[in-house]
């Protein structure tokens, strides 16, 4: 059976049949053909491994077990982000607001919401430059619609119905700046950026990439409650990129397949206050005391390798919109009704003395739905106490958030 106007999902490893590679028919929804350049598995292969108990490849075709491979097939594939680069098939239509949307990390973001099937309407705001951002990205033919709002009297309508804000409107680092370095100039956007969240989106998931993270979420959760709408549930640090790093430095030292690869990081998003969970890798791995000082380190220090390496010019911008892609994705999935869907960022949190933290959370249509207290229970010595160096630096970065407001109240 020819699979027509086919998608290619690359998944890895299926371990139900383990097939590499299969092509999705989008004309017959039950049908899933498993032949690919490179892993070749034909009906007759799967049937010699026994993977499929069918007599026929139509009646194979047709079985539940099909349909079972081509859900794990999505689902797998919708977890690690992949995309077809051919037409999306819409499969639900959520609206998305990028507020910063012409600057480094917006621009890439703007393209991977818009090639996610989970997205009706892209609304790009900035306070500069959005027009053509907007005008270029709209000729993608994939389902969003997108909007472009420009300058502070669109930033309401910008917002009208959305269901998720991503906020990385702000200025980056230069070499020999600490994130902390950004507050001043970041604080003020992010205030007024959530104020107007508040009041035009209040039921909104809320995504803050804008630095220093670990003070600008307490300002907004400030903001928030000012306003009278806080929902602790729905007001996220973007961490993701902090995993991305860990996952890929990782792969690379123990030769580990990058799919399979995932490592907890916890606490906060600056230097030390970055605490990769090692001990917790899945799959297992063993590291010696060398290797984890090594990569903790490297994981801590990513964002200035980038802002070095870029000499001036800013900082992480294409990883950071890979990883806040992720984290939309994500959210989609469990604003959808996905309840498998589980994300390090930074939230309001009790799983220790901090107000807010980054740990493992469960996602769901309310939004956070648990905390993951386990990847904390069992840490190594080492962690332990980088857990409890990271405490004083992260309560103060807490602390100069959740003051900033006292002295710049939200406007009525
Ligand atoms: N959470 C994380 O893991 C990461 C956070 N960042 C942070 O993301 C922020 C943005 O970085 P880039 O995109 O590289 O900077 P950029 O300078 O390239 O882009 C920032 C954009 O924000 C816009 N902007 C400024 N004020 C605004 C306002 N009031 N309303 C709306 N838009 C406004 C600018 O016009 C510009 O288009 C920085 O603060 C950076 O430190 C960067 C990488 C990783
Ligand atoms: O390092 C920076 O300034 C940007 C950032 O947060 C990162 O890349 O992790």
């Keep these: 059976m020819a ?37 070749p598995r034909s009906f007759s292969a799967l ?8 007599e026929s490849e139509s009646s194979f075709l047709s079985s539940e077990s099909c349909a079972a491979l081509k ?22 239509s959520y609206k998305v607001a990028i507020l910063g949307a012409a600057g480094g990390i917006g621009q890439p973001l703007a ?18 430059n959005v027009k053509g951002v907007a005008a270029d990205l709209s000729h993608c033919n994939t389902p969003s619609k997108v909007s472009e709002f420009t300058g502070t009297s669109e930033l309401a309508d910008s917002l009208k119905g959305v269901n998720v804000v991503v906020i990385p409107a702000g200025v980056p680092r230069k070499p020999g700046m600490t994130r902390d370095d950004l507050f001043n100039i970041n604080a003020n956007i ?14 909104a998931f809320i995504h803050i990439i804008s630095n220093p993270v670990n003070s600008t979420v307490p300002i907004a959760a400030e903001v928030l409650k000012q306003k009278g709408v806080y929902d602790p549930k729905k007001l996220f640090g973007v961490t ?37 969970l090692l001990t917790k890798t899945k799959p297992s791995v063993t590291f010696t005391d060398e290797e984890v000082q090594e990569l903790t ?92 160096a990271l405490k004083p630096e992260l309560k ?4 100069k958030g959740l003051s900033f407001l006292q002295k710049q109240p939200v406007s009525a």
């Design 47 to 54: 049937k010699a491994t026994n993977s499929v108990s069918c």
């Design 396 to 399: 103060a970065s807490i602390e």
């Design 190 to 203: 992010v205030k007024t950026l959530v104020e107007a969240v508040a009041d035009n989106c209040p039921d």
């Design 71 to 92: 859900h794990s097939y999505i689902t797998k594939a919708r977890k690690h982000n992949l995309r077809s680069y051919g037409y999306v098939q819409p499969q639900a």
């Design 111 to 128: 393209l991977l919401i818009k090639m996610s099937p989970l997205v009706s309407e892209l609304n790009l705001y900035d306070i500069a």
């Design 240 to 276: 993701t990129l902090d995993v991305v790093r860990a996952n890929t430095f990782v792969a690379q030292m123990k030769n580990l397949k990058l799919i399979d690869v995932d490592v907890p990081v916890v606490g906060g998003h600056a230097g030390i206050t970055i605490l990769p």
């Design 297 to 388: 380190v490297r994981i801590q220090n990513a964002g200035t390798e980038v802002v070095e390496a870029k000499a001036g010019a800013g900082s992480a911008t294409l990883s950071m919109a890979y990883a806040a892609a992720r984290f939309v994705e994500s959210s989609l999935r469990a604003l959808d009704g996905d309840s498998d869907v589980y994300e390090c960022c930074y939230v309001q949190s009790d799983l220790n003395d901090l107000p807010f933290f980054a740990s493992r959370v469960k996602l769901g249509k309310n939004g956070v739905e648990a905390l993951i207290s386990s990847d904390l229970q069992g840490l190594t010595e080492y962690e332990q106490k980088a857990l409890e």
């Design 3 to 39: 699979a027509t106007s086919a998608t290619t999902f690359s998944i890895g490893s299926n371990t139900s049949a383990s097939i590499k590679v299969g092509l999705l028919s989008q004309s017959k929804a039950s049908c899933v053909k498993f032949t690919s350049k490179n892993y």
